[in-house]
């Protein structure tokens, strides 16, 4: 209930001068838009203390904020990402919190990987509404309440421009007009912009309300004004639909299903309405969800299926398109036959999603079950429901294009690699304030000539950009077979500072079992020049030759990996990204770990390194101590190891199939793991319960994996290749 409920309310104006509540006090943190300068100043007046902040508004990026904080009496800068376009906010790679002050609040309490926790405030004022978990009772959330409409019309009328403001519970006027099915005055405030896509404290939007209290007249009027069916609930992950199937409400259930809401869509634990309304024998319900027949979709697979392009081959179409946002196309797999994928650009990058079958129906990910690839073409041409970005542009079969990496100029690219950047890279990772690093020549990595190399075909594609098989006239004049990892111009932007940490981390390791980086070219484009691995990756190998491997193969392979793991211990890399895809095959016999885009070296002192910035999480290698707290260390490398063997010894199936990583977290929280492998030797069985140990501390190092491999008699007819004696023991 409303604070202000327990009180005799006319409607009168709010009192102006009435002192602001304690609340507003403590979250007086926020300085509105000033600059970078501004705030250095504020804080510097403000006495420089350790922890001393304020909050901003983005000047670069709208919607966002950035944090302001002092730390050995420098000002660090945090920028806090909003995600959507309701109040949910994370820095770094955080957690995503739903509402600004909760987000403050929780840097309050720890440093949780900043430099320092929050401490004393530089004082402003409250943050915006708009941003805000929970807020005031103000006149609009009252006059709605009340069912004034002619109160709230002169409101709008006069401009009033709190209309997305929370009350105590972080519910809008629009909620409450939901909650209540006053659909005149809800109509009003959409009119005029009200946003009905917010939710509130307990994580429901307004349609969640209207559906879930029986009001199909309210469902209509928000989804006639773009109320999105899709939003789930924060807890359940229930949609609206999910709502009235385990409620029974036959007409809320018509009415959503009339305005093209999918029919299945899927909750946290994978429940469909249908699975709800069995469960509570609603019949009429279970009638109309069984006997529903989705109309037919507008578009064809004329205008965007491929039947035979693979993935390389679909990154040449998107560019030679120009990797406009939202183009896509929908292939078959070139590994799998019997899979689709759709392939879509976002921020010029293309990402691929596996289309999966279940009986009849077809999904990605989480998303609902969907009735053909045209119905989920249709549904995700209008609405995002979880891709980077809804599907705008198709791209219809036909002439391929195999372009090249482009040549234009980036003069910047020098100071790049050697000062600016990896300046930057220091700051973040250190938080001390940015100085021009100078890198030591003996870890430098070798200048190679754009002249001394020969580009040829592309042999795989990835993060930055394609990887190509070259040749490299080397300092002897030797003519070497490489592989050249290009970055696309259009990426040089975006993932610099990856590339350059990639070359970085590899630019120091030298061991059989890990890939070798011989040299930067500066180009352009910039090029990362790796010794060739003839092979490529290990996971396709185990899909494509299943019949060719035996237990023998993936033995030796799994001591190898561990091997590299050790030397990688040793120099006190965490990887962060081990997984039968990052290791490649140079021969049948020789395995070597790569991808280091994801690598860090922890400081000495650290027995952890703490992920502070974002990007690709594979959650289904990870510990669980990475996935809850984002700490990684060589004991959370050893469970991705463990995972890395499961996927050898089942030949490349997913690990945990189609579970969510929702799913995954509960399924490890309930100490429950991967079932093990068909015909998996009982050591490695015991090898993969032990890498999977919740507490790190139980796992064994890389170091007692490898010694295991070589001191078991078992194991007798890897010694040879390993001179193990010598090596480890
Ligand atoms: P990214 O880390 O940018 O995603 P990867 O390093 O995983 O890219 O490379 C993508 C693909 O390119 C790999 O799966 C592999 O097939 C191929 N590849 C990468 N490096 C080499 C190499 N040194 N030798 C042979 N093939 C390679």
Not at 118 to 125: H, I, P, W
Not at 479 to 490: H, Y
Not at 622 to 648: Q, R
Not at 667 to 688: A, G, T
Request: charged share 25%; glycine share 6%; with cysteine.
């Amino acid at each position: 209930m409303d604070v202000e409920d327990t009180q005799a309310q006319p409607l009168p104006p709010l009192n102006k001068s009435a002192s602001r509540n304690s609340m507003d006090e403590c979250i007086s943190w926020f300085h509105g838009k000033i600059t970078r300068d501004a705030a250095e100043h504020i804080l510097d007046v403000g006495g420089s203390s350790e922890g001393l902040f304020l909050i901003r508004e983005s000047t670069s990026s709208p919607g966002d904020y950035v944090l302001s904080l002092i730390h050995n009496k420098s000002p660090i800068h945090y920028q806090i990402r909003r995600h959507g376009e309701d109040a949910f906010f994370s820095i770094d790679d955080g957690p995503i919190v739903h509402g600004l002050e909760m987000l403050i609040t929780y840097y309050q309490e720890n440093a949780q990987g900043l430099s320092t926790k929050l401490n004393e405030m530089c004082k402003g004022q409250p943050p915006p509404p708009d941003s805000r978990r929970h807020g005031r009772t103000n006149l609009l959330h009252r006059a709605t309440k009340e069912g004034e409409v002619t109160v709230v019309r002169e409101l709008l009328k006069s401009g009033y421009h709190n209309l997305d403001a929370k009350n105590q519970e972080g519910q809008t006027a629009v909620h409450l007009a939901s909650i209540m099915g006053f659909n005149d005055i809800l109509d009003l405030l959409l009119v005029v912009g009200a946003n009905p896509n917010i939710r509130d404290g307990s994580g429901l939007t307004p349609l969640h309300y209207a559906s879930k209290n029986n009001e199909p007249e309210t469902v209509a009027v928000l989804l006639r004004h773009k109320a999105n069916p899709q939003l789930r609930a924060t807890e359940s992950g229930w949609v609206p639909l999910h709502y009235a199937a385990f409620l029974g409400y036959t007409e809320v259930l018509n009415v959503l299903l009339e305005m093209k809401c999918p029919c299945h869509p899927r909750s946290n634990y994978n429940e469909t309405p249908l699975d709800l309304a069995k469960k509570n024998k609603h019949k009429e319900c279970i009638s109309i969800l069984e006997n529903y027949v989705a109309a037919p979709p507008t578009s064809s697979r004329s205008e965007w299926f491929h039947e035979d392009l693979d993935r390389e081959k679909a990154m040449s179409l998107f560019r030679s398109e120009g990797l406009k946002d939202g183009m896509f196309l929908v292939r078959r797999s070139s590994r799998r036959k019997d899979i689709y994928v759709l392939s879509v650009v976002h921020n010029s990058h293309p990402f691929n999603y596996e289309i999966q079958r279940k009986e009849t129906f077809y999904f990605i990910d989480d998303g609902p079950y969907l009735d053909s690839l045209d119905h989920l073409v249709e549904h995700y041409s209008n609405m995002a429901d979880g891709l980077p970005t809804n599907l705008v542009q198709p791209i219809p079969p036909g002439t391929e294009s195999l372009d090249i990496p482009s040549n234009s100029k980036d003069k910047d690219v020098e100071n790049l690699i050697y000062n600016n950047v990896a300046a930057n890279v220091v700051y973040r990772e250190k938080k001390t304030p940015p100085k021009v690093r100078k890198i030591d020549p003996i870890s430098r990595p070798n200048l190679i000539r754009r002249e001394s190399l020969k580009l040829g075909d592309s042999i795989g594609e990835g993060e930055f950009g394609s990887v190509l098989c070259g040749k490299w006239l080397n300092l002897d004049n030797i003519e070497v077979n490489v592989a050249i990892k290009t970055m696309r111009d259009e990426q040089v932007q975006r993932c610099r500072e990856e590339f350059i940490r990639e070359v970085e981390v590899m630019v120091g390791l030298d061991h059989p079992c890990v890939v070798k980086l011989l040299g930067v070219c500066l180009g352009p484009p910039l090029m990362m020049v790796q010794e060739l691995v003839p092979m490529g990756s290990l996971f396709d190998y185990l899909l494509d030759f299943q019949d060719e491997i035996n237990v023998h193969d993936l033995i030796l392979w799994s001591a190898q990996i561990a091997w590299g793991m050790t030397y990688l211990e040793s120099k006190r890399f965490v990887h962060r990204d081990l997984a039968a895809r990052n290791i490649l095959l140079s021969s049948k016999t020789e395995a070597k770990i790569s991808d280091f885009g994801l690598s860090r070296a922890i400081g000495t002192g650290s027995e952890y390194y703490k992920a502070s910035t974002g990007g690709r999480w594979p959650v289904k290698w990870y510990a669980p101590e990475s996935i809850n707290y984002g700490t990684f260390s060589h004991a959370s490398d050893v469970w991705s190891y463990g995972i890395t063997l499961w996927e050898l010894f089942t030949y490349g199936d997913p690990p945990y199939g189609d579970m969510t990583g929702m799913q995954v977290i509960q399924l490890l929280e309930c100490n429950q793991r991967l079932s093990i492998p068909e015909d998996c030797p009982e050591k490695i069985q015991k090898v993969m319960s032990q890498c999977w140990q919740y507490n790190p501390e139980n796992r064994p190092t890389f170091k007692q994996l490898y010694s295991s491999f070589c001191t078991d008699v078992d194991y007798k007819p890897l010694w040879n290749f390993f001179k193990c004696e010598e090596e480890i023991l």
